[in-house]
């Protein structure tokens, strides 16, 4: 089944100990990407990655960091969250190779800053 | 500055009836817009896509519409059942190579049965 799996779906913690929430996917795609969903703001896009080793900002980077050693992980990584990143996070994928412009979400991961 | 706007307004139909929603923007050029259903907890599951040469696509019970003049998208759902209840995304692409997607904050659907 094609799917993209994030971990932990929920996660609460707090402020300043680093955290890695986790992203695959099963259908070789090249672009992966991080939002997250806000009541009122909809998704706003973290970072994306067009491919292993490529990566760039979307609207909201500061304070997360990525990298993409492999084409199918792709984690998230808050090195020292704050309360404000407090939020609903959501990774997905889509093929590069044809302009489908579908993505593929993963169920997204609830996450708390104390 | 760019902005994609969908009514914030939850939107509450009869079953039966058909259920339009509205997807305005400015400032951009998108090369196509798609729309999306979100289910509460849940992630995005995609619906449509329209290019920007395309005035109207259609799938089943759902009719997209497309005019880069308005900078405006519709979204129909005809005959709209309890099922149908749900928060629906529009998303912009632009054609830059980067294949950035951008969101707007979506419309709440309730139909009634």
């Known amino acids: 089944e094609a799917q993209v799996t994030q971990n932990p779906r929920y996660l609460i913690t707090v402020t300043g100990k680093k955290l890695t929430v986790t992203c695959s996917q099963n259908?070789?795609?090249?672009?992966m990407s991080w939002y997250r969903q806000d009541p009122g703001l909809g998704l706003r896009q973290i970072y994306y990655s067009m491919n292993v080793e490529v990566t760039d900002k979307g609207d909201v980077p500061e304070g997360y960091k990525v990298s993409r050693k492999e084409k199918r992980n792709f984690p998230l990584i808050l090195e020292s969250p704050s309360p404000n990143q407090t939020s609903l996070y959501f990774c997905?994928?889509?093929?590069?190779?044809?302009?489908?412009?579908?993505?593929?979400f993963g169920e997204g991961s609830r996450l708390t800053v104390l | 500055s760019q902005k994609i706007e969908q009514n914030s307004e939850a939107l509450n139909i009869q079953e039966g009836k058909t259920a339009t929603l509205t997807c305005n923007y400015t400032n951009y050029s998108p090369a196509y817009l798609q729309w999306y259903r979100q289910d509460p907890g849940r992630g995005p599951v995609f619906l449509l896509l329209i290019r920007e040469n395309e005035k109207e696509k259609r799938k089943e019970r759902l009719k997209v519409t497309f005019d880069t003049t308005l900078k405006q998208s519709l979204f129909h759902i005809t005959a709209s059942q309890p099922a149908d209840s749900a928060t629906y995304l529009c998303?912009?692409?632009?054609?830059?190579?980067?294949?950035?997607?951008?969101f707007g904050a979506g419309t709440r659907l309730f139909v009634k049965a």
């Open positions: 998303a912009l692409d632009m054609d830059t190579g980067g294949f950035k997607t951008i």
């Open positions: 997905a994928s889509r093929t590069a190779r044809i302009n489908t412009g579908e993505l593929f």
């Open positions: 259908m070789n795609h090249e672009y």
